[in-house]
């Protein structure tokens, strides 16, 4: 029998669960699903947070390609995590842990290492029962201290992979009371040809869940359009639940929406009442209204961001997407964010099609970034920005990048690189930090997590943070080279962030707005507390529009 240390089972801990599983494919948005389930039970007045199981060998998405896996999140305690984490910080505005990130590769390293150290006294250590206590330590332990977890199994039912973890679920259900724990199976309902919502696969994917010994509590059915009376009348006949218990998620313009229309169609009162809260929730009226009236808000105009990039895939790039978003909704505007791609800027330099829609655009962000692909292209970005007068974020890489751009053509270094693009440059403006020498493993070595940055007062960044410090989170291995500092000290390239020796955050005297940042601010942006470097850059130009504006309108009265 499985002790409570190794399963992490508290009958006095009192949490509720709920588990989301997907059916039919993936990608099917049960992330948001979920997260937007979340934040209406916050808005109820209950402490919600989430745990994303990735049902990989991989330890965390440190190592992980963002083509395929879209881009790696990373957390204020330096966890590398899926992209749904994001998801979760952003929808119930929280901070997570690496704890709320469970894989495959952490459970069984942790269950391996047990074993090696003889802890198992002697058992014949298997996946059933010690892996499966050992995920079911792991959600409980994140789930402690609030009232809800939402725990999101990744994949979709049926894959090999996922099994540890949905038998783990019906452990879960054996072991606590039913009325503490829910199961959403989140579908997609397709269309026939004639039109009609046909709900086999989601029979067919229930049966799945049912054949482990799980039925599900909650169905929502994701299709174009809102699930007809009649498909959820099918659905529930055949999955064996409760008409009002199956749910429409139609496809939305905007994530951000897909709270209202979760609520708009009862799913959290639902969700509530099942679990027992509607006792402990705060009465309709006094609901946080919050995230309705920031996500709603009228915006008055629309500004082009150039985001300039080499893997042309939304995902990659998804945290970068959504704070401008945030930059948007803070400052009244849609922001289109227009794809770049660098490697066509590197090769066919202003003749090519994506210099033009560069130049079209209103203001350039340079993203993060690994290995040498497509620099000299987010380098020649960083040049029209800056002699253009164009307002410019660069984040991370692109704030390297900028100092190799100002080194070469401002300051006359012929050849300055980062020594991570070019091991022989005469100029090494950006340089290996100094613990990264002896590092080999390529898993979670970085400089990582939340540092602290020190702000000169009287700045660009002192304005937008509001302060003399600011904390955000980094994901890096190289930084600006002590040995260039002074060569930068007369120039117009100003550190206004620092942390001791690293410069943290540089800007330039006499631009409309150019901000580099070494830290990733677009993992604390959130929709109602939009990121302040994104902020400066939307701000500067809906400034800028406004001046061609308003000098339009005296030309046309002078003529
Ligand atoms: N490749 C650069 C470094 O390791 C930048 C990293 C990033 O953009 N996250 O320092």
New binding site residues.
């Given amino acids: 029998m499985s002790t409570d240390s190794e399963t992490g089972y508290d009958p006095t801990l009192g949490n509720k669960f709920i588990f989301v599983t997907g059916g039919v494919m993936s990608g099917l948005g049960k992330g948001i699903t979920a997260a937007s389930t979340g934040r209406l039970l916050k808005n109820a007045g209950f402490d919600v947070t989430a745990v994303k199981v990735d049902p990989y060998l991989n330890v965390d998405a440190g190592t992980m390609n963002p083509f395929q896996h879209g881009e790696v999140y990373v957390l204020k305690d330096g966890g590398e995590v899926d992209l749904d984490l994001g998801n979760y910080e952003r929808f119930l505005d929280i901070d997570m842990t690496s704890d709320h990130n469970v894989t495959t590769g952490k459970a069984y390293k942790h269950v391996i290492e047990k074993e090696r150290a003889g802890d198992y006294l002697g058992k014949t250590v298997q996946v059933i029962p010690h892996v499966t206590d050992d995920i079911k330590r792991r959600i409980r332990e994140a789930a402690k201290g609030t009232d809800v977890c939402i725990v999101e199994i990744g994949g979709t039912v049926g894959d090999i992979e996922g099994m540890p973890y949905l038998e783990a679920l019906r452990q879960f259900a054996h072991e606590e009371s039913e009325d503490d724990l829910l199961f959403v199976h989140v579908t997609l309902v397709p269309y026939s040809k004639n039109g009609e919502q046909k709900t086999k696969p989601t029979q067919h994917s229930v049966k799945e869940l049912r054949s482990i010994g799980l039925q599900p509590d909650v169905l929502v059915g994701r299709a174009d359009d809102k699930l007809d009376p009649e498909t959820k009348e099918k659905i529930a006949l055949f999955c064996d639940v409760p008409t009002k218990a199956v749910f429409s998620n139609p496809d939305v313009e905007d994530i951000y929406h897909v709270p209202l229309m979760v609520e708009e169609e009862g799913l959290d009162e639902y969700v509530m009442d099942q679990l027992g809260l509607f006792s402990r929730a705060l009465p309709k009226r006094e609901r946080d209204n919050s995230w309705r009236n920031i996500v709603t808000r009228d915006r008055e105009g629309e500004v082009d961001i150039a985001l300039v990039g080499k893997y042309d895939l939304e995902d990659a790039y998804m945290s970068v997407h959504e704070s401008l978003k945030h930059a948007g909704l803070d400052q009244r505007v849609d922001v289109n964010v227009v794809w770049v791609d660098a490697d066509e800027l590197a090769a066919d330099g202003e003749d090519s099609e994506h210099f033009q829609r560069l130049a079209q655009c209103d203001g350039v962000v340079v ?5 040498s692909r497509g620099t000299e292209g987010k380098i020649a970005a960083v040049k029209y920005a800056r002699e253009n007068d164009v307002p410019f974020l660069g ?4 704030f ?1 990048m900028a100092v190799v751009e100002y080194a070469r053509n401002v300051l006359g270094f012929e050849g300055a690189h ?1 020594a ?1 693009m070019d091991a022989d440059t005469p100029h090494p403006v ?1 340089d290996i ?1 100094p613990e990264q020498y002896e590092v080999t493993d390529m898993g979670g070595t ?2 990582l997590g939340a540092h602290e940055t020190d702000i000169e007062s009287g700045t660009v960044a002192a304005r937008l943070y509001g302060g003399d410090s600011c904390t955000e989170r980094h ?5 600006v080279n002590p040995e260039y500092f002074e060569d930068f000290e007369d120039s117009d390239m100003v550190f206004s962030g620092t942390a001791g020796n690293r410069m943290e955050i540089l800007e330039l005297d006499g631009h409309p707005y150019f901000f580099g940042t ?1 830290f ?1 601010p677009e993992f604390r942006s959130r929709p109602g507390r939009a990121s302040p470097p994104f902020v400066g850059l939307v701000e500067a130009v809906v400034e800028q529009q406004r001046d061609v504006d308003s000098e339009t309108e005296t030309e046309e009265v002078e003529a």
Wanted: hydrophobic share 25%; proline share 4%; net charge positive.
């Fill in positions: 993203p993060g970034g690994f290995g984040l991370c890489l692109g390297q980062s991570e950006i930090l970085m400089r994901r890096h291995r190289y930084e070494q990733h």
